[in-house]
């Protein structure tokens, strides 16, 4: 079929900015004439001279609107030149997988339609990520970039005429202004697989879950909270690791995610929570929308902070084949993530990093050859595999890890506290609050790091007293680019090694989030099985009443505790 692409103009809209990880606004501002438009036109025009005759993906968590910017990107690609499309069946394809695609096919980069853990349906959230050539998420100087042009753009792109049925699997062949367009239908969950079981030794998992050597089953429970993991969970636990249906639950991916926030931590996913709590089954997870998070638990709801999650993997890696091929050159996390992971960086004597909040942080040092593991307090673990997290591929590590080890979860933290010591961490999330007291308790947070007054001043609360070391407003340089981000949250470092961060969140799509992280450190076994939140409660109580947050956001208790 012989199409025309057609110029249309159009009229920049504010606030186009990619936050931490892509762009996310309510569906009803993505449905407003020209804005999907728009923002995908400064996509393609930000790639410059790598877009025309490129190949890219495209896919997402299968939210509302999905299927209707799709159809946009697919017409749109048509117009600016792209010569082919790998698209995920019915749209759908979850974050980790698209970063698999691009990799695997060595396409230009690929769209991502989610906004990730934020609701779904015509009244929540939609989202647009942009992933670059290595896999990952758009690093800020191309972000930067994007939303430079959405700032001035005036014109589009667009092939109005051309008609892509995408719930079938194969190609289908076009001519766009003589050249020819191609979009092939790839099958949403294939690529990630057969990936996944080249990683792993899905053998030694199948023995774990069915019981062997004299060890008994393991009854799992994964919670897809109806998100994109879904058709991965169906195909890689029922039918590749033969687990029996009632393992599942939720693995049908609903365009409003069955009307929750599809956020893998304590307060979403309580229903996940309360059946592990009732102690029929050793473990449990849970990811988000997109499937790039998860949240790990053990029998009868033993909680695993994402923080140590990520360090218990990197100090099990020979018990995963990809690793035992590969080694383990370096690991790293977000600054507002616990330490543990540095304290296994540090007897296994391999280069450690800290970077801001946000994945994208993480994709040069892997390139590069420094990184093999990383991890987020916000449920984010991953590897080198791809550049992205991955929640299924952790859930498999952890398995790996039972299952070799043959361990519990609770036993392989105690056994892992007991070698390193416990980094006792909590978040307190303050959702949606008024965006102007929140911008002025973090100037007044940032003018804190330029005082001197408040170098070895003491803060107590109760009993305990903290005597503060360092307060600064964190600061990175990527090792390998040598760019800079600046402010990415005020960290307030005790003499004891303790810490509070604050930082506004960059994935809202409305008012702010304010999030507080605390951390502390403790080497005395007697306190290793403590609850954490009765560990740091002194030291939230310094951080709100030094922080003014209470009064500055009107919330007496946040509106979730991890
Ligand atoms: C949050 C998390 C961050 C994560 C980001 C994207 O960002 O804190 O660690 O990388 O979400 O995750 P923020 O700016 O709201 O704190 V996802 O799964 O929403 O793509
Ligand atoms: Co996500």
């Known amino acids: 079929m012989t199409l025309t692409g057609v110029t249309k103009a159009t009229k920049p809209y504010e606030g186009q900015k990619p936050g931490t990880s892509g762009l996310r606004k309510a569906v009803k501002v993505f449905q407003q004439e020209n804005y999907t438009e728009n923002f995908v036109q400064c996509i393609l025009s930000a790639m410059e001279g790598a877009l025309h005759g490129c190949t890219l993906v495209v896919g997402g968590d299968g939210r509302f609107f999905g299927k209707e910017a799709v ?41 991502v339609l989610t906004a990730s853990h934020n609701p779904g349906g015509p009244n929540a959230d939609f989202g647009i990520k942009f992933n670059i050539s290595n896999g990952g998420p758009a690093p800020d100087g191309v972000t930067n970039k994007i939303y430079g042009l959405s700032q001035s753009i005036s014109e589009y792109k667009i092939c109005p005429d051309l008609q892509c049925d995408i719930s079938k699997i194969g190609t289908q062949e076009y001519v766009v202004d003589g050249n020819p367009f191609t979009v092939e239908i790839v099958d949403s969950v294939k690529d990630y697989v057969e990936y996944m079981k080249e990683i792993f030794d899905f053998g030694a998992i199948k023995d774990l879950l069915h019981g062997a050597g004299g060890q008994p089953p393991l009854k799992v429970l994964i919670n897809s909270m109806h998100g994109v993991t879904g058709p991965y969970v169906r195909r890689i636990f029922l ?69 140590d999650s990520v360090a218990v993997i990197a100090d099990n890696t020979d018990c995963i084949p990809y690793f035992k091929k590969n080694g383990v050159k370096g690991l790293a996390r977000s600054m507002p993530t616990g330490c543990s992971i540095d304290r296994v960086a540090a007897k296994k004597n391999v280069e450690v990093f800290e970077v801001p909040t946000g994945w994208k942080y993480f994709g040069n ?79 007044e947070l940032d003018a804190l790091s330029n005082d001197p007054s408040m170098i070895g001043k003491e803060l107590s609360h109760g009993s305990k007293t903290y005597k503060v070391a360092k307060v600064d407003n964190f600061e990175y340089k990527d090792p390998i680019d040598g760019a800079v981000a600046k402010k990415q949250g005020v960290r307030i470092l005790m003499s004891d090694g303790s810490r509070v961060v604050f930082r506004l969140s960059g994935t809202g799509s409305s008012g702010a989030t304010v999030r507080l992280y605390i951390e502390s450190y403790e080497s005395d076994p007697s306190t290793y099985a403590k609850d954490a939140q009765e560990m740091l409660k002194p030291l939230v109580e310094i951080a709100l009443q030094l922080s003014k947050l209470r009064e500055r956001t009107g919330r007496q208790e946040p509106t979730v505790i991890t």
């Open 365 to 443: 040092l892997m390139d590069a050859g420094r990184l093999s593991i990383c991890g987020e307090e916000s449920f984010g673990t991953g590897s080198d595999h791809i550049r992205e997290k991955d929640g299924i591929w952790a859930v498999l590590a952890w398995l790996s890890i039972l299952g070799v080890k043959k361990t519990t979860v609770e036993k392989a933290l105690h056994n892992h506290w007991q070698t390193y010591g416990r980094n006792f961490f909590t978040r307190y999330d303050y959702e949606n609050c008024e965006a102007d007291p929140c911008n002025a308790m973090m100037a």
């Open 71 to 111: 159809a946009i990107i697919i017409k749109m690609c048509a117009a600016n030149g792209v010569r082919k499309l790998l698209v995920g069946q019915n749209g759908i394809l979850s974050t980790p997988c698209v970063s698999c695609i691009i990799r695997k096919y060595k396409t230009a980069g690929g769209i």
């Open 239 to 307: 039918e590749e690791l033969g687990a029996s249906e009632d393992c599942v639950v939720n693995i049908v991916p609903l365009e409003d995610f069955g009307g929750h926030h599809p956020d893998p931590n304590l307060t979403y996913a309580a229903d996940l929570v309360n059946a592990l709590k009732a102690g029929d089954y050793g473990f449990g997870a849970a990811f988000d929308g997109d499937g790039d998070r998860n949240m790990i638990l053990g029998h009868k709801a033993f909680f695993v902070t994402p923080s």
